[in-house]
């Protein structure tokens, strides 16, 4: 990646940062329509410039590829509204383009260069007054040499066949069903919290599997449990299952000790703001990337670039986890279950990592409390626990789509 290119994504990086809470405000989604009226595909002083209008700023990225020269732009997710190469082209550098969908959730338009380009520069800015995007990106002639050195080999073999979902990615429910991971906490070697000779491992399993029951009997739910042993699952395998099970939203389920504390009652975290930065790129460091953006493929791509995406999935995320920890803690009050003070919490959990699901972890109770402990044992507090949170995820799943619905009008 040249470094011009760099430069430019750096400045995209900042420019998220700068107008992510007003997106946020306007309700973020994936979903991007192009207007094919403000955009266009022209030749420019001795190079290609693209300039693509969306009616929203969404995750993407770009690359080139060699033998034949083309240009590959994804996008999550975007509507092409029936737009071709007779709207958008203008010049003869670019002679074709391709549109549509390379996989559930992204979008890929691909051209047909007439000679290898670089990428000389590339950056989306967002209107904040009204949410609307407009890619710019300029392409230039180099050597060819230069050209087969930069450009990235294609992460989908065949990708210009009507590429099937990847297998490790499980479809959608067909029925609209809410795909629930369930993440029982700890496992294994790793009891968790331990009293009286009650451990948060052996209760969480428990509890996970009797909460699975009780939405499986309500309908409207599919259940997946990222262990349904006495077995250690790392904290970065039990978010990647949940990618792999294609989670609408994943659950983690705790009871913790608090050595000489008095808490007790329910809490629920989500990611903390202030963690999220380090915390995307401490998890693209460590991890195989192709596990972070549910079959992106981010791995031998650009850090920045991979940063981007992160933080992009994460602005529309992030919201909706915190709404959900709204709603489920509402449900546990007008149920009269005991909540802890302040009971939502921000933390950097691992397990709430994953920037394209919306991810809660509750802690149900504190086993150092004998109030807790005592409920937690008891068989019938905690269905009337399961039942809470099946309302409060039914509740969740209602008012999600219909902001989704608003917000695609
Ligand atoms: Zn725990």
Same mark, same amino acid.
């Given at each position: ?36 009226? @403000? ?28 033998d ?39 979008? @890929? ?16 800015r967002?209107?904040?007054q ?25 992460d ?7 590429a ?27 009891p968790?919290?331990?009293?009286d000779?009650?451990?948060?491992k ?14 499986l ?34 659950? $983690? ?45 981010? $791995? ?13 999935? @994460? ?34 959990? $691992? ?27 008891d068989?019938t ?22 902001r ?6």
């Open positions: 990646m040249s470094r011009i290119m760099r430069i430019w994504l750096m400045r995209l990086a900042l420019l998220v940062c700068a107008f992510s809470a007003q997106a946020q405000e306007a309700g973020f989604s994936g979903l991007a329509r192009l207007d094919p009226a @403000r955009s266009a595909i022209t030749d420019a002083g001795g190079g290609i410039e693209v300039t693509l209008a969306l009616s929203q700023g969404v995750p993407w990225r770009v690359f080139t590829l060699d034949p020269a083309r240009l590959v732009l994804d996008f999550r997710e975007v509507d092409w509204q029936g737009a071709g190469a007779g709207d958008l082209i203008d010049g003869q550098r670019a002679l074709g383009l391709r549109l549509g969908q390379i996989r559930p959730g992204w979008s @890929r338009m691909v051209v047909d260069l007439a000679g290898p380009h670089v990428l000389e520069g590339a950056g989306l967002v209107d904040p009204s949410g609307m995007a407009l890619l710019q990106l300029r392409l230039g002639e180099p050597h060819p040499q230069t050209f087969a050195a930069q450009a990235g080999a294609p989908v073999p065949g990708w210009d066949l009507p099937a979902a990847p297998q490790r990615v499980a479809p959608p429910a067909d029925d609209g069903a809410l795909r629930v991971v369930l993440d029982p906490g700890h496992g294994g070697i790793d968790g919290a331990e009293v000779g009650t451990q948060e052996d209760l969480m399993l428990r509890f996970a599997r009797e909460l699975s029951e009780v939405l009997r309500a309908g409207g739910f599919e259940v997946v449990l990222t262990r349904d042993a006495d077995e250690f699952v790392s904290l970065e395998r039990r978010v990647a299952l949940a990618h792999r099970a294609g989670a609408d939203v994943f659950v $983690s389920l705790h009871a913790d000790a608090l050595s000489g504390a008095r808490a007790w009652g329910a809490s629920v975290y989500t990611l903390s703001d202030s963690a999220s930065d380090a915390a995307s790129a401490a998890l693209a460091e460590r991890h195989n990337r192709a596990d972070i953006l549910a079959g992106v493929d981010l $791995s031998g791509k650009d850090d920045v670039v991979a940063d981007v995406l992160m933080d992009l999935a @994460r602005m529309e995320t992030q919201p909706r986890a915190d709404h959900l920890a709204r709603v489920l803690l509402d449900t546990f009050r007008a149920a009269d279950l005991p909540l802890l003070s302040r009971p939502q919490r921000h933390a950097g959990f $691992s397990v709430l990592k994953a920037p394209d699901i919306p991810s809660v972890l509750i802690e149900l109770g504190f086993l150092s409390s004998p109030r807790d402990l005592k409920n937690l044992r068989p507090w905690r269905a009337r626990v399961a039942e809470t949170l099946r309302d409060a995820l039914g509740a969740w799943r209602d008012a999600d789509a219909a989704a619905g608003l917000v695609r009008q």
